[in-house]
């Protein structure tokens, strides 16, 4: 029954290479995002997709790359890693904002991916 | 440019107490507000929210938020706090009318309620 899932859980990696983090949401929305939360708690939106259309993209290294398949998924690819890249990765999910109403939308938050860069 | 403030790190506070979680924004025009509550490991919960309306907005667990234009602020109140209340709390602000708008957290406050 879980609305926003996340996988995998923990990721522990060395510096320099390629890792993905999936997301799904089972809650029809058609918003999704994600977010870094650093060790200090500082919690960051990173992109935005909307029916499979980037529309939040925000100053992020090139070497993080979102991908949609569908609505229901948005995954993060990051290469080259590096050890400023340690933080916990959330996604996250809503409907789209009704005309007038746009920016309303509550989030629904999946449990988090902690990745540790060695 | 637009920002959220949370001035308190950590606030502790009795079991039974009042508590209260103070936020404070910068942005222009009427934004929404938001209260996120994460607990230990886990993603971030929806509390609740301040669209437009009546200043005082009632959310899941008991707790409220004030939502106060003069002095642009939106604390986050309980009346009798609870052990099960520990958490990090976060304010969140986000500019109306644009779906591609961003929403901008606070740096989070940790809430401690003491037996």
């Known amino acids: 029954d879980t609305a926003v899932s996340q996988t995998p859980k923990y990721l522990v990696t060395q510096m320099g290479n390629d890792k993905s983090i999936k997301c799904e949401q089972n809650l029809g929305h058609d918003t999704m995002y994600w977010y870094k939360q650093d060790s200090k708690k500082f919690l960051k939106i990173m992109f935005s997709y909307n029916n499979k259309e980037l529309i939040i993209n925000e100053t992020v290294p090139n070497r993080f790359s979102p991908k949609s398949p569908d609505k229901a998924h948005l995954n993060l690819h990051i290469n080259s890693l590096e050890l400023g890249d340690s933080a916990v990765y959330f996604c996250a999910s809503s409907f789209p904002g009704l005309a007038g109403a746009q920016g309303q939308e509550t989030q629904y938050f999946g449990p988090g991916t902690r990745l540790l860069v060695l | 440019a637009q920002s959220v403030a949370q001035p308190e790190d950590q606030v502790n506070v009795a079991e039974g107490n009042p508590l209260t979680v103070k936020c404070t924004y910068s942005?222009?025009?009427?934004?929404?507000l938001f209260w996120y509550v994460q607990y230990p490991n886990r993603g971030l919960q929806f509390l609740l929210k301040y669209i437009t309306g009546d200043n005082l907005v009632k959310g899941s667990y008991g707790f409220e938020a004030e939502f106060n234009k003069s002095q642009t602020s939106f604390h986050l109140k309980k009346p009798s706090a609870l052990v099960s209340d520990s958490a990090l709390y976060f304010c969140a602000v986000r500019p109306p009318y644009s779906s591609a708008s961003k929403i901008i957290f606070g740096s989070g406050t940790r809430l401690s309620i003491r037996p």
């Open positions: 942005v222009s025009g009427n934004p929404y």
